[in-house]
């Protein structure tokens, strides 16, 4: 076990602790343990609305994985600010590990799909610092929301894990974002309790589709006899036939009757026992909410909701639903940064779905003197070339010119380079005040 799996283990062990023992009072000494039940149960069209039991809901959990695995594959970059707001030419840094390896237990894309479901599912994300080195933290761990008491006394959050007996945690030690919240509210608006009716619904659909097979909510068919019969006679045939008949196994077995009893056949229209309009209109409801397109989780009825191609679609997943859980991920690996340093996730790096398009863009870049050969093979991740003209905006697109075949290079690779497509030319660093001494930021060439 690892220096920091010990740490981090070890304030799991104190979480659990009871208070006597010097920890924190609370029931989180198995973190796998089912969660308590969520402070907005609701009962909505019969059934409990919280966050556990909306992930019954097929729509919610496909949402919830798109959007984690979409947010968790994307690879945060760190860039040191210059002026007074965050710019594309600011430089980058390699990351440190706070950012690249925060959690011991668990990896970067784990823990960036945690925060997107703890946004999706509470509205708010928590990382609490385990470890830091010269005041800065080196690791995290993510506190499950519904776990979370937020109190504000006198201008300041106080956070408390499990009860209000707990001990609170230092502010510094918490970094705290929410999914949507109004002004003054000291946590993030849930996300449940909003859309609770919207939840419920589908929720009661899925109870009454699987009670409708397991129990047979609606009468196969119907026994008539020619006469009354008495109540015993009749608790004796609905026994009877429940028993010989009941069940998949016994459904296509010969029924005998006696005394002019007669069995009547009762159809069930498969479309009315499986709420199919209903559920259909549920899962495009629910994909809405979260700002999701159908396509993606299997609604293929709507898949032109955000444009006609596959790239058009990502491009519009990626502006309007995607970008605004990375900037909220930015947003907390940020604070676990010194001042002047940033974090910050590109979307964009998803739009390439397609290599016709990919070439007729690059092209588009080159035959316009935006972009030099370098700065091309750069944004397509190949290393860069050495060749004459490959730093110039005005070389030759698919032939040398002459001057580049002089053994001076000619003319127009004698031209000063122009700034790079993602970022200015390597800068002048100082690494006498950078926080970690073990670790030190490399400007990029880019």
Same mark, same amino acid.
């Given at each position: ?9 070890? #304030?799991?062990? %104190? ?17 796998? +343990? ?16 919280? %966050? ?34 965050? #710019?594309?030419?600011?430089? %980058? ?12 237990? !668990? ?11 703890? &946004? ?7 990382? =609490? ?26 201008? #300041?959050?106080?956070? #408390? ?14 970094? =705290? ?7 003054? +509210?000291?946590?993030?608006?849930? $996300?449940?309790? !909003? ?16 009670? *409708?097979?397991?129990?047979?909510? =609606? ?55 499986? /709420? ?8 495009? %409801? ?8 159908? =396509? ?13 191609? &596959? ?8 502006? *309007? ?7 909220? /991920?930015?947003?907390? @690996? ?44 750069? @944004? ?33 690779? +004698? ?21 970690? $001494? ?9």
């Amino acid at each position: 076990m690892t220096v920091r799996q010990q740490r981090q283990r070890q #304030k799991a062990q %104190e979480r659990g602790m009871p208070l006597a023992a010097g920890g924190w009072g609370g029931w989180m000494s198995d973190p796998a +343990a089912i969660q308590p039940p969520s402070v907005y149960n609701q009962s909505i069209a019969g059934v409990i609305v919280n %966050e556990r039991s909306v992930l019954s809901i097929m729509a919610v959990a496909a949402c919830l994985r798109v959007l984690g695995d979409a947010a968790g594959g994307l690879v945060p970059h760190v860039h040191r600010q210059e002026g007074n707001r965050p #710019k594309f030419s600011d430089p %980058e840094i390699d990351p440190p590990d706070v950012v690249m390896d925060p959690c011991a237990d !668990i990896d970067r894309d784990q823990a960036d799909f945690n925060v997107v479901a703890s &946004l999706g599912l509470n509205g708010n994300a928590y990382f =609490h610092v385990l470890d830091r080195e010269r005041g800065y933290p080196t690791l995290i761990e993510i506190l499950s929301p519904s776990n979370m008491i937020v109190r504000e006394i006198n201008g #300041k959050k106080i956070y #408390k894990v499990g009860s209000e007996t707990s001990p609170p945690i230092p502010p510094q030690d918490m970094v =705290h974002v929410p999914w949507m919240s109004l002004a003054g +509210a000291v946590v993030g608006l849930n $996300p449940i309790e !909003i859309g609770a009716v919207g939840f419920g619904v589908p929720l009661a659909e899925t109870e009454y589709a699987s009670r *409708f097979f397991a129990q047979g909510i =609606h009468p196969t068919g119907v026994l008539s006899v020619d006469k009354p019969i008495r109540e015993p006679d009749k608790e004796r045939l609905t026994t009877e036939i429940m028993t010989r008949h009941g069940g998949l196994a016994q459904s296509h077995s010969p029924i005998i009757l006696d005394a002019n009893a007669k069995w009547q056949q009762i159809s069930v229209n498969p479309e009315t026992a499986q /709420l199919l309009q209903s559920r259909a209109f549920s899962r495009s %409801e629910i994909a809405g909410f979260y700002g999701v397109p159908g =396509h993606l989780i299997g609604d293929v009825q709507d898949s032109q909701t955000y444009g006609k191609g &596959l790239q058009e679609m990502v491009m519009g997943f990626a502006l *309007f639903a995607l970008s605004g859980y990375t900037r909220r /991920l930015d947003r907390m @690996y940020t604070q676990l940064l010194p001042a002047g340093y940033y974090v910050r996730r590109n979307v964009s790096d998803l739009f390439n779905t397609n290599y016709e398009m990919l070439g007729a863009f690059v092209s588009a870049l080159r035959m316009n003197a935006v972009a030099t050969p370098n700065e091309v093979r750069e @944004y397509l991740r190949l290393p860069p070339t050495n060749e004459d003209g490959a730093d110039s905006l005005w070389g030759p697109i698919n032939s040398a010119h002459s001057d580049f075949m002089l053994p001076s290079g000619g003319a127009l690779a +004698a031209q000063v380079p122009t700034p790079a497509l993602t970022g200015p030319p390597a800068l002048q660093r100082d690494d006498s005040s950078w926080p970690w $001494p073990s670790w030190r930021p490399e400007i990029s060439e880019r």
